[in-house]
C-alpha cells in the first residue's frame, strides 16, 4: 500500500521539516531551558529532503503499480499527472534548483567579500541550508520527473 508505507510517513516527515524550517530560519528559538539554533535548521532540512524523497516513492510505487495493474488506477494521480507533464515538472524541479544553487553562490560570494575569513556559522547555515534544501529537492524533482516518464514509457512500450 504506497498510502501507508509512503505517502503518508512522507508527509508527515517533510510538513515536520518544513515547520521546523520556518520556526528556525528567522532566529534560534527557545523552549523552556533548551534553545534550538542552526543544527536542529540543519535537521530539518534533512527531514524536508528525506520526507520529499519518500513522497516521491509514493508517487512512483503508485504510478507503476497501477500501470502494472496491482492496484486500480488512482484517478487523483492521473489528474496530476495530465496536469504536470514532464515539460512542466522540468521547468519547476530547474527554478527550484536555480533558485538553491543562487543561494549558495550568494553565500560563497559573501564569504569572498569576508576574504575566505572566519563567518558567523550562524548566519552563514541560515542562508546554505535552504538553499541546499531547494537546490536538492529540485534536481529530485527533475529526475523523480524523467523516471516517472520512464515507467510510463514503458507501459505503453508494452502494450
Known amino acids: 500500500s504506497p498510502r501507508w508505507l509512503f505517502?503518508?510517513?512522507g508527509l508527515l516527515i517533510f510538513l515536520t521539516g518544513f515547520v521546523g524550517m520556518l520556526w528556525l530560519l528567522p532566529q534560534a528559538q527557545t523552549v523552556?531551558?533548551?534553545?534550538?539554533?542552526?543544527?536542529s535548521l540543519l535537521l530539518s532540512g534533512v527531514a524536508m529532503i528525506l520526507g520529499f524523497n519518500v513522497l516521491l516513492f509514493s508517487i512512483l510505487s503508485q504510478h507503476s503499480s497501477s500501470i502494472h495493474g496491482l492496484l486500480p488506477?488512482?484517478?487523483w494521480l492521473q489528474n496530476a499527472m495530465k496536469l504536470f507533464t514532464l515539460e512542466r515538472l522540468l521547468v519547476?524541479?530547474?527554478?527550484?534548483?536555480?533558485?538553491?544553487?543562487?543561494?549558495?553562490?550568494?553565500a560563497v560570494m559573501a564569504w569572498r567579500a569576508q576574504d575566505y575569513g572566519s563567518l558567523d556559522y550562524t548566519?552563514?547555515?541560515?542562508?546554505?541550508?535552504?538553499a541546499s534544501v531547494s537546490l536538492v529537492i529540485?534536481?529530485?524533482?527533475v529526475f523523480g520527473s524523467f523516471l516517472a516518464d520512464i515507467i510510463g514509457l514503458a507501459a505503453t512500450a508494452k502494450k
Not at 32 to 39: E, L, P, S, Y
Not at 123 to 130: A, F, G, S, W, Y
Not at 138 to 141: A, D, K, N, V, W
Open 7 to 9: 505517502l503518508y510517513p
Open 32 to 39: 523552556g531551558q533548551v534553545t534550538f539554533d542552526v543544527h
Open 73 to 75: 488506477p488512482n484517478a
Open 92 to 106: 519547476i524541479g530547474l527554478v527550484i534548483a536555480v533558485v538553491g544553487f543562487w543561494g549558495i553562490v550568494h
Open 123 to 130: 548566519e552563514t547555515m541560515r542562508n546554505i541550508v535552504p
Open 138 to 141: 529540485g534536481l529530485q524533482i
